[in-house]
């Protein structure tokens, strides 16, 4: 019942993710197919360029490297902000929090 909502989100989540890599680590060179050098900050638009060429499913890149960016943008950029230094929007539930901390030291 699930499994095509699963797949469905796999493809944005791992563009999202990469899009965030790429972000955290720019100027790292990427060896792509062995013939091509790019930097980090590239690989999510060559992958979506890959997706073009290839027919596949282009929205999923593009909601993928849009939600990487909003997370980007409020985890690492908005905090550090002169006027919006004190204001942390995307912060883990304390509930959450506790619960990975009570499962890890019962290990």
């Known amino acids: 019942m699930f499994g095509w909502q699963i ?3 796999s493809k944005p989540l791992q563009n999202a993710v990469v899009y965030i ?9 990427l060896n792509v197919f062995f013939f091509f050098r790019i930097r980090a900050t590239f ?3 060559f992958m979506l360029i890959l997706q073009i060429v ?10 993928g490297i849009i939600a990487g960016h909003f997370y ?7 905090p550090k902000a002169p ?5 942390k929007l995307l912060t883990t539930p304390h509930w959450l ?3 990975s901390c009570r499962v890890a030291s019962s290990l």
């Open 7 to 9: 797949t469905y989100l």
């Open 21 to 29: 890599w790429c972000k955290k680590v720019p100027d790292i060179q």
């Open 43 to 45: 690989l999510p638009w």
């Open 54 to 63: 290839f027919k596949g499913e282009v929205l999923h890149a593009i909601f």
């Open 72 to 78: 980007y943008f409020f985890a690492d950029v908005l």
């Open 83 to 87: 006027n919006f230094a004190s204001v």
């Open 97 to 99: 929090y506790a619960l």
